[in-house]
């Protein structure tokens, strides 16, 4: 809709792994491939939401530099929250 948005911001809405495939590496790789696709792309920041109880992605998109923005009450249900991430590209990891 507004193309020119894309050289400044992107979102990461879906990164899964199915769970009998996890803990091998592959929900790294595919971040990692994400990240530097946005950074060919010259973005400057990566914003995601992921569910505040799922400490492994959590640790996954700190370890690549992400900094959790807010809590966000509901998102998933009314008793499932979620945490608004971002990251500057370039810096700080990401």
Wanted: proline letters at 2%; glycine letters at 8%; one cysteine or more.
């Amino acid at each position: 809709m507004y193309p020119w948005l894309s050289s400044f911001f992107a979102s990461i809405n879906n990164l899964a792994v199915k769970e009998s495939d996890r803990r091998q590496g592959h929900g790294e790789a595919l971040l990692k491939g994400a990240i530097e696709k946005c950074r060919t792309r010259k973005v400057f920041r990566i914003c995601l939401n992921v569910d505040s109880a799922n400490t492994a992605a959590v640790n996954l998109y700190k370890k690549f530099g992400f900094q959790v923005d807010g809590l966000l009450h509901g998102y998933y249900s009314p008793d499932i929250h979620a945490y608004r991430m971002y990251c500057i590209v370039n810096q700080s990891g990401c």
